[in-house]
């Protein structure tokens, strides 16, 4: 299964859009890029208008609303996975250490993701939604260096077969997107196995969809009252195309992988 989404890899990113690569890293404490400000990076004037748009948020209120998206996420109750398992499947306290810094990046961002690119739907694309308040504090960015991401095709066929089955878990259409967290967890395909004996049923009782149409909707709830907030510039002439592409983001692997993320997270306690 290959990326479906053009991208400029931050190992070829240059001039302008490099430096806001870099912004990126910095202001979200973390040393990856995200596929959604990889994929703007493509459109014209797209990654700069967006991310000089929303960057106020990231150093504003998005962090209590992402926050507040996180504590109120209902999660499927499910066993957690008991650290004889995890050595068992010969991941080692080490490994443990490093799947769960993967995971605490991606919790981060992808709820503050979810969060700022729903504000700048709201503000283009106004509609109702719930109302919901911010949390009174949040956590700062670990700023802890994780692995970098595998390409697709460098993965072993049966392990990129198993990206791409658990991709398809919690999405209400067709995927169109690989969740990146599924290809950084893929240098533990034994954790990648736990992880989907964990969510099959989940996955086959209609939880794991129920999932993330709810954590779409806080999304949209939080994004809204953000939007109120936003004081874009003249857009480029790929309005359209970023919008479209937020848009398809943040109602699939975005809203998808937020819940996912924080349920495996949950059942990877040290």
């Known amino acids: 299964m290959a990326e479906s989404v053009p991208s400029v890899l931050e190992s070829d990113a240059k001039g302008e859009i490099a430096e806001i690569y870099a912004d990126i890293r910095k202001v979200l404490g973390t040393s990856v890029v995200n596929l959604i400000w990889r994929n703007l990076a493509t459109m014209p004037g797209a990654l700069e208008w967006t991310w000089s748009t929303v960057r106020p948020f990231y150093l504003g209120a998005a962090p209590l609303h992402a926050e507040a998206v996180r504590r109120t996420i209902v999660l499927p109750d499910w066993p957690s996975f008991s650290a004889d398992t995890l050595l068992a499947a010969g991941i080692d306290q080490s490994d443990q250490g490093i799947i769960r810094n993967v995971l605490d990046s991606y919790q981060y961002t992808n709820a503050l993701a979810l969060v700022v690119l729903s504000a700048l739907l709201a503000h283009y694309e106004p509609r109702s939604a719930d109302a919901v308040t911010a949390a009174a504090s949040a956590p700062k960015p670990s700023g802890t260096k994780i692995p970098e991401l595998p390409p697709m095709d ?17 999405e209400d259409t067709e995927p169109q997107l690989i969740a990146s967290m599924y290809r950084h967890l893929a240098y533990w395909p034994s954790y990648l196995a736990l992880v989907r004996t964990m969510l099959a049923p989940l996955q086959q009782e209609g939880r794991l969809n129920a999932l993330t149409l709810s954590t779409r909707a806080l999304g949209h709830a939080h994004g809204t009252v953000l939007a109120s907030q936003l004081k874009p510039s003249a857009p480029p002439d790929t309005l359209n195309g970023a919008l479209a592409s937020c848009r398809l983001f943040v109602e699939h692997p975005i809203a998808r992988m937020t819940g996912l993320c924080a349920l495996i997270r949950r059942a990877t306690e040290a």
């Open 154 to 170: 460098a993965l072993d066929p049966e392990v990129g077969a198993l990206v791409g089955e658990l991709n398809t878990f919690g």
